[in-house]
């Protein structure tokens, strides 16, 4: 199965959730089984040789693709999470969206100083949210190994602002 491939599964939602924006919705994907398993099993042959200490996944959709690839290569997964889900003592991060701004949360014990991370999304689109995950990562004393995502929208640029980042995503619009 090739990436061409998956990239049919994706379903394309004009006008959600706002008037303007191309959705693109993953859950046509994910329930074809074949289709899942290739999208990690590719993400895990990425990663299999980084020597990775942990995988950072991204609430919500970024749970999808982080865990499962955190159990393939057997690497501890850490959550970031909306302000307020996590229980224990956490930094916070506030980022600007096209309106307002959103805040991201990490446990202060998730990583260990120096630990080389992935971080996960499901689809990268102006790179504030994946920004905002690495800056915590970061804070903690982690080292960004790179970035990962199934879906990244070009013409938004979100490469550029991260350019001091490796970054890879499977299928480009
Ligand atoms: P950004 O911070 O602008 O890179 O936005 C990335 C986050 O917003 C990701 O967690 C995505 O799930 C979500 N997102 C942004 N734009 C879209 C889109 N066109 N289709 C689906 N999800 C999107």
Redesign the pocket.
């Known amino acids: 199965m090739t990436e061409q491939h998956l990239a049919t599964l994706i379903r394309n939602v004009p006008d959600f959730p706002q008037p303007g924006?191309?959705?693109?919705d993953i859950t046509t994907l994910l329930q074809d089984g074949a289709a899942f398993r290739e999208t990690i099993e590719l993400l895990r042959v990425r990663y299999a040789d980084r020597n990775l200490d942990a995988i950072v996944g991204?609430e919500s959709?970024?749970f999808i693709l982080s865990a499962p690839l955190a159990y393939a290569l057997g690497v501890g997964l850490v959550p970031v999470r909306k302000a307020g889900k996590l229980p224990s003592a956490t930094y916070r991060v506030e980022y600007e969206l096209e309106y307002g701004t959103n805040q991201l949360e990490i446990h202060r014990d998730a990583l260990q100083r120096g630990a080389r991370v992935l971080v996960v999304?499901?689809?990268?689109?102006?790179?504030?949210?994946?920004g905002a995950a690495a800056a915590l990562v970061e804070q903690l004393g982690g080292i960004v190994e790179e970035m990962a995502f199934l879906i990244e929208?070009t013409f938004?640029k979100?490469r550029e602002k991260l350019a001091r980042y490796p970054l890879y995503s499977i299928i480009q619009y």
């Open positions: 924006i191309q959705f693109k991204v959709r970024g999304d499901d689809l990268l689109a102006t790179g504030g949210t994946i929208l938004l979100g």
